[in-house]
């Protein structure tokens, strides 16, 4: 029971970031980093009014639509989504399961 609890949390850690991934992509205009930073924004509101409300609304809605899809800010948000969102879930490995990104020059020779 107990190596079955352990293959389902490794396939778990595996799987799961890159499901919220598509998630966001296909059903939002989201990334994980402006899904995060809308949640946090919403929480800011300041007064009761509607108005004003709504304006808060437009002003978060555009600050953190800036990191996700088609916003100036897209790159970067998608590099934090990915190197360090999904790092943090998976306790520092990416999807290959290491710890070095592989993507950057040189460091395929640092893993030899």
Do not use: C
Not at 67 to 78: A, H, K, Y
């Amino acid at each position: 029971m107990e190596w079955a609890r352990q293959k389902y949390n490794e396939q778990y850690e595996i799987w799961m970031p890159w499901i919220e991934d598509y998630f966001l992509k296909y059903f939002t205009k989201d990334n994980k980093v402006s899904y995060a930073a809308k949640e946090q924004l919403d929480k800011a509101k300041i007064t009761g009014i509607e108005q004003v409300d709504t304006i808060q609304d437009g002003v978060h809605s555009l600050a953190a639509g800036q990191v996700g899809q088609g916003g100036l800010l897209e790159p970067v948000g998608n590099l934090v989504s990915k190197e360090g969102i999904n790092r943090a879930e998976r306790k520092g490995k990416d999807d290959q399961n290491g710890y070095l990104p592989t993507s950057v020059p040189g460091i395929s020779g640092l893993l030899k």
